[in-house]
């Protein structure tokens, strides 16, 4: 599954190189196909992956990995994954099911800050023996839009990003991946902001777009992926390529504009 996507992005762009930060966004579109990408991606690669979940539950993550080839309760068990389900953690929280909730990574529900979710991030990727044999660490989130949604301020979803970046890929060397919804909404001015901020941070963008003429059967969406030169040297262009793409049950085909087998 995914063998296609995994062909084109793996061979375009080095995502393993340490300290790079890939953006994740999505337009009238669902792009949550590329989260599980990158999250047996980087689980076979060996790294140690922190999940910030915020959508879906685990069950749903793992039977989509499984399918992938990747068990997410093998994963967790043996330490290489930390998983942070949104869902429930949320419930503990509002309802103080637990009596420790207010160190919850979701304690901002409750009106403070993302100081518990970072601290949970770091926590959770920082090596823990001398012994642990993982690659390097990984922070995958789905989805920092919901946090706008929950009633975070736009600065702090901000402020939260940039001090992951700092832990995640200076001091550890590691990767950040996020999913994060574009409304094309002049009026949304916090998502706007959010996402002109991780645009510029970002080393990789992947937008994945609905199509302008609506739904088509034989092909769902526009997929833009777009990294920037080396370093971020000043005359650097940034570099894209777009492709088309079709969801199947088990994989994703990939074309060029317009030379669909449908079209052709």
């Known amino acids: 599954m995914f063998a296609e996507l995994n062909h084109i992005l793996n061979s375009s762009l080095e995502l393993l190189e340490q300290g790079k930060f890939a953006l994740v966004l999505d337009t009238k579109t669902d792009g949550s196909f590329l989260v599980h990408h990158f999250l047996s991606f980087y689980l076979k690669a060996g790294c140690k992956v922190c999940f910030l979940a915020l959508v879906q539950s685990f069950s749903h993550y793992n039977i989509i990995a499984q399918k992938l080839g990747i068990n997410l309760t093998t994963a967790r068990e043996k330490g290489q994954l930390v998983f942070l389900e949104g869902l429930r953690s949320s419930s503990d929280v509002l309802f103080g099911e637990e009596q420790d909730c207010g160190q919850s990574p979701l304690q901002f529900l409750s009106g403070s800050d993302l100081k518990h979710l970072y601290n949970f991030v770091r926590s ?62 002049p009026e949304d001015d916090e998502n706007e902001l959010v996402v002109s901020f991780l645009r510029h941070q970002s080393s990789l963008t992947l937008e994945a777009e609905g199509l302008a003429t609506g739904f088509c059967k034989d092909v769902h969406g526009q997929l833009k992926i777009t990294w920037k030169g080396p370093c971020h040297a000043k005359g650097e262009k940034d570099q894209s390529k777009v492709y088309q793409y079709k969801i199947q049950d088990k994989n994703v085909s990939f074309f060029a504009r317009g030379l669909s087998s449908a079209v052709l």
């Open 124 to 185: 959770s990727l920082a090596p823990s023996s001398a012994e642990e044999t993982w690659k390097c660490p990984v922070l995958l989130v789905d989805d920092l839009s919901v946090l706008l949604s929950l009633g975070v301020k736009a600065v702090q979803v901000v402020d939260f990003i940039h001090y992951c970046r700092v832990t995640v890929c200076s001091q550890l060397k590691g990767n950040i991946v996020a999913l994060a919804h574009s409304t094309d909404d």
